[in-house]
């Protein structure tokens, strides 16, 4: 991270003050992200160095007041993360030097590195922690707070409790689905046993389905209503071409390959993104309405040559 790219100052125009700041930073690795809210706002990814990104809807906590920490939104976090580190105590040493400023949700992380360690990460309201600091420690995360899937779990035969477990919805009950899949795993085929994870702990509103091979560096996407598997192999990928600003619509059944990222276009951008803004707002009440959507889009497009 490029600490002294930071810059922060107040503009008064006639008695109104405008607040402005940049977070710089220079990439050190490539990445392949996943983006719903379109350029540089990743959900997820994995980096040229193995380290694997991904982030979950988590119930909101009050946001302290910011010190002299660095802010950033949940979804360029990812892209920092990616970008700047090759590991999970890197991106740990990284993470702590950040305050967290959403834009439209709060989120929690799951991070893997090439060795396997991994971490989870939530923002207490004050600052960033991992979860995971002890040993032993689950690898699965959900959509409730890391501490409270841990407790329920414990409620489970094999888990400490006599509880049976049933695959049911919800997020607690999903973490407890993955933790007993995991632990029933006998050397199956492992990309096969992934998707049958997956595909268990699926809801009605899943879309994606993603696994990481981070020893092969390769991604594998599945979009539920297309019938091909995406196969994206890291090493396939050309180190004199430039990259920026390339990728590709999952939901097109025809894509399924790296061969077939193509630049994207300030306009795919900017009407990508307005129609999942759109969508979601029909969810929850995004603040900033049409100036997030102009904000969102104009600091995509900008990365886009």
């Known amino acids: 991270m490029d600490l002294g790219a930071c810059t922060v100052f107040i503009l008064n125009s006639n008695g109104r003050p405008f607040v ?104 207490d309201g004050n600052k960033f922690k991992s979860c995971t600091d002890e040993g032993g420690k689950p690898p699965f995360l959900s959509n409730n707070r890391y501490r409270e899937s841990i407790e329920y779990l414990q409620k489970f035969k094999g888990f400490g409790g006599e509880l049976p477990v049933h695959h049911r919805k919800g997020s607690n009950e999903r973490f407890v689905s993955a933790s007993k899949m995991l632990s029933d795993y006998k050397e199956e085929e492992p990309l096969g046993y992934a998707f049958a994870m997956l595909d268990t702990v699926s809801q009605k509103d899943t879309r994606w389905s993603i696994v990481y091979d981070i020893e092969h560096m390769s991604i594998y996407a599945r979009v539920h209503q297309c019938p091909d598997l995406k196969i994206i192999r890291m090493g396939n990928l050309d180190p004199s071409k430039d990259y920026s600003g390339v990728g590709f619509n999952l939901n097109e059944c025809t894509l399924t390959t790296e061969n077939d990222f193509h630049r994207v276009s300030r306009e795919e951008n900017t009407l990508h993104l307005k129609e999942v803004i759109r969508t979601i707002s ?17 600091y995509g497009n900008h990365y886009l040559y």
């Open 20 to 123: 402005a700041k940049n977070l710089g930073w220079t990439s050190r690795f490539q990445s392949i992200t996943f983006n719903q809210f379109g350029k540089e706002f990743p959900l997820g990814g994995m980096n040229e160095r193995g380290l694997v990104m991904e982030e979950l809807n988590v119930s909101p906590v009050g946001i302290g007041d910011r010190d002299a920490a660095p802010a950033i939104n949940e979804f360029q976090l990812v892209q920092y993360v990616l970008d700047n580190c090759a590991t999970v105590a890197e991106a740990m040493d990284e993470i702590t030097l950040l305050h967290y400023s959403p834009l439209i949700l709060q989120l929690h992380y799951f991070l893997v590195d090439s060795s396997g360690n991994f971490a989870v990460i939530e923002f």
């Open 282 to 298: 029909a969810e929850i009440n995004l603040r900033g309405g049409d100036q997030l959507k102009m904000r969102m889009a104009e």
